[in-house]
């Protein structure tokens, strides 16, 4: 039990939640803007939606997956969490990577999933 504490706290304590136009900034600087044919207006619109601009989102879903971070990265297709069966793990990282204050993973991972046929209809 005191584990689980301890994870939880080690996660509350590196999250963050981004102003609007401190995230944009941050987007456009890691070379959303335009990315893909998706504008900075796009991926701010979607991390408000998905996550509230928070870095420790985390959603369930029925299929038993689950959605992490600032973006709601779905662990069944682009990461692994030890808990999702069959996960393909398409952008090469532990889901826990998603949910930092440093969102430069997250951004790497968010472009793959854009590079997919589905683009943003990913989400």
Sequence with gaps: MKGVVFCLLFALANCKVY???ELARKLKASGLDG???YSLPNWVCLSKWESSY???AINHNSDGSTDYGIFQINSRWWCEDGKTPRSKNACGIS???LLTNDITVAI????RVVRDPNGMRAW
């Design 108 to 111: 790497q991972c968010a472009k």
């Design 19 to 21: 102003d609007r136009c």
């Design 54 to 56: 928070n870095t420790a």
């Design 35 to 37: 990315y893909r044919g």
């Design 95 to 97: 889901c826990s990577q």
